[in-house]
């Protein structure tokens, strides 16, 4: 005995009638998200660059808000139990030829329609031990990258305050040099002064001298007179 029909097996279900596109072209999507859990249904159709990704995406969001709503199912326990695409109506045009002939174009339509049902228990326990354990993981990554952005930040924090002592040493040996520069300069004027002073008292001695010379000299000369 054959299993139910597509079209009858148990679920929430949503629908797209008459959607322009061949049922072909959908059906390559589909097999794609058939039997996945929705959260990774939603990253294949993501990752999807296909027309009908986008198309089939709404129709999968819809099947799962009827299930919320309607049937009071959680969302994180929903896969997608069967998705099917069935011919519509075809349009035909035609198009001129060479010779007065007529080229016949088919614009082909398709009905969508995804069914969304509950995980059993043992595929549920399974996907959430998954889970966990990609939380787990992507926990210690962010634990390790914010471990390693504070050491970075406090690498940065290390060099700056280094490059700030480093910074205010060469200021006070600038500062410092200044000074003694200043210093030497005091010393040298205070030098030179003196040595000026010295040289004015020698000038003033010499000329005390020369006086006293001519005093003497005149002494002399006046007794020699008398």
Known sequence: MTGPKTNERPGTRATLR?????????????NLIRGEDVT?????L?????????VIGKVLASAIANAVTNDEMSADE?????????????????TPRARG???????????????????????LGVLRAA????????????????RRRADQTASLNSRET????????????????AENTEIASEVEIDTEVATDETVSAQETDVVESAAT????????????DK
């Open 18 to 30: 008459g959607y322009h596109m061949s049922a072909s072209k959908a059906r390559v999507v589909l």
């Open 40 to 44: 990774t249904a939603r990253e294949i």
């Open 46 to 54: 993501a990752g999807t660059t296909r027309e009908a990704a986008d």
């Open 78 to 94: 929903l896969y997608v139990s069967a998705c099917y695409a069935d011919e519509g109506v075809t349009m035909k045009r035609f």
């Open 101 to 123: 002939r007529a080229g016949k174009i088919r614009k082909r339509s398709c009905h969508i329609t995804v069914i969304v049902s509950r995980l059993d228990d043992e595929r």
């Open 131 to 146: 889970r966990s354990a990609q939380a787990a993981a992507s926990r210690t990554r962010r634990v390790a990258s914010s």
């Open 162 to 177: 280094r490059a700030a002592q480093a910074e205010a040493e060469a200021a006070e040996a600038l500062a410092l040099e």
């Open 213 to 224: 010379d001519e005093t003497v000299s005149d002494d002399a000369t006046e007794e020699t």
